[in-house]
Nanobody
Framework: QVQLRESGGDSAQTGGSLRLSCTGSGYTYNYNCMGWFRRAPGREREWVARIDLDGDRSIAYGASAAGRFTISHDNANTMYLQMNSLKPEDTAVYYC???????????????WGQGTQVTVSS
């Protein structure tokens, strides 16, 4: 069993910063890639960022995150999303996800956290 738990969601002002955390527990050997997603009200779920936990430890960002957000992972099995220069459009529930990396290189996100609310106001 794998459980993912997000924390760090809060309210912030435009231009401010937040850091989200996601800690995996259980049989964490079951995944080697992790990512952040978000869902804003009335919108589809959006991929934010990805990090590979082994191999070349590749990192990738979605268009909305590039240049403002930073994904990382530490040796305590915690993934982070540092969010800077926040905008109102960043308001969303943010989800942590993890899974195995497939032969194509895609991450099959088999495990998901419960989400944490981020609210950015002007």
């Amino acid at each position: 069993q794998v459980q993912l738990r997000e924390s760090g969601g809060d309210s912030a002002q435009t231009g401010g910063s937040l850091r989200l955390s996601c800690t995996g527990s259980g049989y964490t050997y079951n995944y080697n890639c992790m990512g952040w997603f978000r869902r804003a009200p009335g919108r589809e779920r959006e991929w934010v960022a990805r990090i590979d936990l082994d191999g070349d430890r590749s990192i990738a960002y979605g268009a909305s995150a590039a240049g403002r957000f930073t994904i990382s992972h530490d040796n305590a099995n915690t993934m982070y999303l540092q969010m800077n220069s926040l905008k109102p459009e960043d308001t969303a529930v943010y989800y942590c996800a993890a899974g195995p990396r497939m032969v194509t290189g895609n991450c099959r996100y088999a495990y998901w956290g419960q989400g944490t609310q981020v609210t950015v106001s002007s």
